[in-house]
């Protein structure tokens, strides 16, 4: 339903622009950009080049009559010494990529330059080349195809300005922009900056040593950023792309709604997708965003995070059919952060499916959360689901801070299916409470299973104000090897009350496993410690713990109706080992 919706908007915008031709269906394909009409002008950059210091690109464009124009470029390099300014109805059209080439001439920019003059090619006002559009200024109808954009980063690397804006592309208020068949190499800052726009497509794409920049600045491949809500910052899709050497997110979107990105290849980047806030809050909500048939590698920083502004959503958000490679030896994050800290924003209806990340946290150096749920006092997190989900650490790390999975905070509706963590260096699953009250109930987990884990494979801990942690089942998980690194005897799953006034109750574990083939300190499948709060309806149906060193079960304090279970400590037909 979400693509199907996108593709409408899209095929109406391109109508809009007087593009035929571009096949739209709810099954992905190709986009194609075609021919343009007959009755629109054309004009060739190369008549007007003379003495022109954008090589008769400007002017070609300036010769534009209002509506539809193609300015025309030749199979050759243009070094231009500022920025080009299209206007709305213009398309610049080359003759391909790597034919034609647009490159920022070696001294074309200094620190004293106008604030947003750095970028190759910007949209602007008619008449008014150097301003960017505005709400009540903007633009519509822009296209950009079949070229590439070289910043000439290397000319430029002393300039500390960061306030020029070095971008390959830039548009601001733009309603219809295509951009397709397009590479850009070579920026200080973004490869392609999209700001306060909708209705816009980018098909066959590349971004290529982009945001190498020493400077602290907006360093992405796509930033598709928002900080006006008047009727934009809706409609994108991003497909068929490459990236390479990326200085910072090689996708950023923020606050933007009915957004689909797919088919992608990122090979070095610190974040993968970072969805970000507007920077106005007040209960404004992004929706329907669609990414699936992504592969990154190399990546040195969380793979995906959400980081939203107070008062805000994301709903209906969807993360698919996608893998992600770390660094071997410079990864230092997780991989999923959904992140509100304290600003009280709110996660609703977010599905990770088919998501698979190697080299989690290769580094090894400070502690991360693999995946990352935590809700803000004023906030939860509804309706989460992860299904057929793969976590791959680095092997042999002595470390015991890292968390596989790990829920603090109201967290209520989660669903884990299919999801194997292995070689964390801390524990496999935290479910805990952070320093106020809260609630997480209904958290169903099925097929989940920790290989190996410095600490506890999973534990179901309240330590803190008044929680509750209630609802929790988990079937058919097995936990292996656990405590690699822990000082004294942990268990498979550890379930602690410790605090007055907290709750854990309606705890079932069904056709679970718990055991150890290497190490000492898998001691037991289960421990349960109500030693200050209550540990309520414990239930235990048919789970093989004979492989700990100890015993199947361990109990201190105030445990109230705990049922072991028939088969709870030698099961009539062993579960198969892990390999």
């Given at each position: 339903?979400?693509?199907?919706?996108?593709f409408?908007?899209?095929?109406?915008?391109?109508?809009?622009?007087?593009?035929?031709?571009?096949?739209?269906?709810?099954?992905?394909?190709?986009?194609?950009l075609?021919?343009l009409?007959m009755?629109?002008?054309?004009?060739?950059?190369?008549?007007?080049?003379?003495s022109?210091?954008t090589?008769?690109?400007?002017?070609?464009?300036?010769a534009?009559?209002?509506?539809?124009?193609?300015?025309?470029?030749?199979?050759?390099?243009?070094?231009?010494?500022?920025?080009?300014?299209?206007?709305?109805?213009?398309?610049?059209?080359?003759?391909?990529?790597?034919?034609?080439?647009?490159?920022?001439?070696a001294?074309?920019?200094?620190?004293?330059?106008?604030?947003?003059?750095?970028s190759?090619?910007?949209?602007?006002?008619?008449?008014?080349?150097?301003?960017?559009?505005?709400?009540?200024?903007?633009?519509?109808?822009?296209?950009?195809?079949?070229?590439?954009?070289?910043?000439?980063?290397?000319s430029f690397?002393?300039?500390?300005?960061?306030?020029?804006?070095?971008?390959?592309?830039?548009?601001?208020?733009?309603?219809?922009?295509?951009?397709?068949?397009?590479?850009?190499?070579?920026?200080?800052?973004?490869?392609?900056?999209?700001?306060?726009c909708k209705n816009?497509?980018?098909?066959?794409?590349?971004?290529?040593l982009?945001?190498?920049?020493?400077?602290t600045?907006s360093?992405?491949g796509?930033?598709l950023?928002?900080?006006?809500?008047?009727?934009?910052?809706?409609?994108?899709?991003?497909?068929?792309?490459?990236?390479?050497?990326?200085?910072?997110?090689?996708?950023?979107t923020?606050h933007?709604?009915?957004?689909?990105?797919?088919?992608?290849?990122?090979?070095?980047?610190?974040f993968?997708?970072?969805?970000g806030?507007d920077?106005?809050?007040?209960?404004?909500?992004?929706?329907?965003i669609?990414?699936?048939?992504?592969?990154?590698?190399?990546?040195?920083?969380?793979?995906?995070?959400?980081?939203?502004?107070?008062?805000d959503?994301?709903?209906?958000?969807?993360?698919?059919d996608?893998?992600?490679?770390?660094?071997?030896?410079?990864?230092?994050?997780?991989?999923?952060?959904l992140?509100?800290?304290s600003s009280?924003?709110s996660?609703?209806?977010?599905?990770?499916?088919?998501?698979?990340?190697?080299?989690?946290?290769?580094?090894?150096?400070?502690?991360?959360?693999?995946?990352d749920?935590?809700?803000?006092?004023?906030?939860?997190?509804?309706n989460?689901?992860?299904?057929?989900?793969?976590?791959?650490?680095?092997?042999?790390?002595?470390?015991?801070?890292?968390v596989?999975?790990?829920?603090?905070?109201?967290?209520?509706?989660l669903?884990?299916?299919g999801?194997?963590i292995?070689?964390?260096?801390?524990?496999?699953?935290?479910?805990?409470?952070?320093?106020f009250?809260?609630?997480?109930?209904?958290?169903?987990?099925?097929?989940?299973?920790?290989?190996?884990?410095?600490?506890?494979?999973?534990?179901?801990?309240?330590?803190?104000?008044?929680?509750t942690i209630?609802?929790?089942?988990?079937?058919?998980?097995?936990?292996?090897?656990?405590?690699?690194?822990?000082?004294?005897?942990?268990?498979?799953?550890?379930?602690?009350?410790?605090?007055?006034?907290?709750?854990?109750?309606?705890?079932?574990?069904k056709?679970?496993?718990?055991?150890?083939t290497?190490?000492?300190n898998?001691?037991?499948g289960?421990?349960?410690?109500?030693?200050?709060g209550?540990?309520?309806?414990?239930t235990?149906?048919?789970?093989?713990?004979?492989?700990?060193?100890?015993?199947?079960?361990?109990?201190?304090?105030?445990?109230?109706?705990f049922?072991?279970?028939t088969?709870?400590?030698?099961?009539?037909?062993?579960?198969?080992a892990?390999?």
């Open positions: 339903m979400i693509r199907r919706r996108v409408s908007w899209l095929a109406a915008a391109a109508l809009a622009m007087g593009v035929s031709g571009l096949a739209f269906s709810p099954v992905r394909s190709p986009l194609t075609a021919r009409e009755d629109r002008s054309t004009k060739y950059a190369d008549r007007f080049a003379g022109s210091r090589a008769g690109i400007q002017e070609a464009v300036d534009c009559s209002p509506g539809e124009c193609t300015v025309q470029l030749s199979a050759k390099v243009y070094r231009v010494w500022k920025t080009i300014w299209l206007t709305g109805g213009v398309h610049l059209h080359g003759a391909g990529i790597g034919s034609t080439v647009i490159q920022r001439a001294g074309s920019m200094s620190d004293e330059d106008a604030d947003g003059t750095g190759v090619v910007a949209v602007s006002p008619r008449g008014s080349a150097g301003s960017f559009p505005t709400l009540k200024t903007s633009q519509a109808s822009v296209a950009v195809s079949d070229l590439t954009i070289d910043g000439n980063a290397s690397s002393a300039l500390k300005n960061i306030n020029l804006h070095a971008d390959g592309i830039r548009a601001d208020y733009v309603d219809g922009l295509i951009i397709r068949h397009v590479a850009v190499r070579n920026a200080l800052m973004n490869g392609y900056y999209i700001r306060n816009v497509l980018m098909d066959h794409f590349r971004a290529d982009v945001g190498q920049w020493s400077q600045a360093k992405n796509v930033s950023t928002s900080v006006s809500r008047g009727g934009f910052n809706f409609n994108y899709t991003l497909s068929h792309f490459e990236m390479r050497s990326v200085g910072n997110e090689a996708i950023s923020n933007n709604s009915h957004v689909d990105i797919s088919s992608g290849w990122v090979d070095g980047c610190d993968a997708l970072e969805f806030g920077g106005t809050g007040g209960g404004y909500a992004a929706r329907d669609v990414v699936t048939g992504l592969a990154v590698h190399n990546a040195r920083d969380y793979f995906i995070t959400f980081n939203s502004t107070a008062g959503t994301y709903e209906v958000v969807s993360i698919s996608s893998s992600f490679s770390g660094s071997p030896r410079l990864h230092d994050g997780g991989a999923i952060f992140n509100p800290g009280g924003n996660f609703r209806d977010i599905h990770f499916s088919s998501l698979h990340f190697r080299n989690v946290n290769s580094k090894d150096a400070s502690s991360r959360n693999w995946i749920l935590q809700p803000s006092s004023l906030a939860a997190h509804t989460i689901t992860f299904d057929d989900i793969t976590l791959l650490g680095k092997p042999g790390s002595a470390r015991t801070g890292d596989g999975l790990n829920l603090r905070g109201s967290i209520v509706n669903r884990v299916t999801l194997l292995q070689d964390v260096p801390g524990m496999g699953i935290s479910i805990d409470d952070p320093p009250v809260c609630t997480s109930r209904s958290l169903e987990f099925n097929r989940v299973t920790v290989d190996g884990a410095n600490y506890y494979c999973a534990q179901i801990r309240t330590d803190s104000a008044a929680a209630e609802e929790v089942t988990s079937t058919n998980s097995p936990m292996k090897d656990c405590a690699q690194q822990g000082a004294g005897r942990n268990a498979g799953w550890h379930i602690q009350s410790s605090f007055p006034g907290s709750r854990i109750q309606n705890i079932t574990l056709g679970c496993r718990s055991y150890r290497r190490g000492t898998h001691a037991y289960v421990t349960l410690e109500g030693t200050a209550m540990l309520d309806s414990i235990l149906s048919d789970c093989d713990f004979t492989g700990t060193t100890v015993g199947a079960t361990k109990t201190t304090g105030s445990v109230t109706h049922e072991p279970g088969g709870t400590t030698v099961p009539k037909a062993r579960p198969p892990m390999n």
